[in-house]
T-cell receptor
Framework: AQTVTQSQPEMSVQEAETVTLSCTYD???????LFWYKQPPSRQMILVIR??????QNATENRFSVNFQKAAKSFSLKISDSQLGDTAMYFC??????????????FGQGTILTVHP | DTGVSQDPRHKITKRGQNVTFRCDPI?????LYWYRQTLGQGPEFLTY????????KSRLLSDRFSAERPKGSFSTLEIQRTEQGDSAMYLC????????????FGPGTRLTVL
């Protein structure tokens, strides 16, 4: 079974600054994917960034990047130049790519990020 | 708008009543998922369809819950004899291709059982 843990219930950051959200996971699989999803207040969840476990290079999407430490089973999200629109609940999630997982996402508990002007 | 839609957005019911939710996925997506999210928590997987076949059900899905996806298009999730513990946000997501592809989420149906 997979587990995903986010140990920071809430974080805050000033606009234009950088913030890092933490995530650890556990899986017995070799072939898996990791995701960060964003859920703005009263709006639907959207994908922020995705990392393939077999790739050593950290994924980057504009102001969002990850620090993927496979041996430590750590997958943190760095948001640079924070904007007011980044205020949301952020979820770390994993998928087993093989076997009978069928692509079900396993989510962490979430981190509420507030960006202050 | 060609995103995932869910109906209704909010549902208030009395304990013991039956409720049914609908999800319309992105039209070409063959995979459809249902998740349940309680306040302040991450979503938990409930069930999964590939086309019209229901391939996996979570142990969270008691026998009071049933889901269908006729003809591999929209899906319904029915809860019979609702209990207060069923109060949650019910999220639908769809995807296309490999299982690790992005899942697109709907806005959810918020259920309140009085």
């Amino acid at each position: 079974a997979q587990t995903v843990t986010q140990s920071q219930p809430e974080m805050s950051v000033q606009e234009a600054e950088t913030v890092t959200l933490s995530c650890t996971y556990d899986t017995s699989e070799n072939n898996y994917y990791l995701f960060w999803y964003k859920q703005p207040p009263s709006r639907q969840m959207i994908l922020v960034i995705r990392q393939e476990a077999y790739k050593q290079q950290n994924a980057t999407e504009n102001r969002f990047s990850v620090n993927f430490q496979k041996a430590a089973k750590s997958f943190s999200l760095k948001i640079s130049d924070s904007q007011l629109g980044d205020t949301a609940m952020y979820f770390c999630a994993s998928i087993n790519a093989g076997g009978t997982s069928y692509g079900k996402l396993t989510f962490g508990q979430g981190t509420i990020l507030t960006v202050h002007p | 708008d060609t995103g995932v839609s869910q109906d209704p957005r909010h549902k208030i019911t009395k304990r013991g009543q039956n409720v049914t939710f609908r999800c319309d996925p992105i039209s070409e997506h063959n995979r459809l998922y249902w998740y349940r999210q309680t306040l302040g928590q991450g979503p938990e997987f409930l069930t999964y369809f590939q086309n019209e076949a229901q391939l996996e059900k979570s142990r969270l899905l008691s026998d009071r819950f049933s889901a269908e996806r006729p003809k591999g298009s929209f899906s319904t999730l029915e809860i019979q004899r609702t209990e207060q513990g069923d109060s949650a946000m019910y999220l639908c997501a769809s995807s296309l291709g490999p299982t690790y592809n992005e899942q697109f989420f709907g806005p959810g149906t918020r259920l309140t059982v009085l």
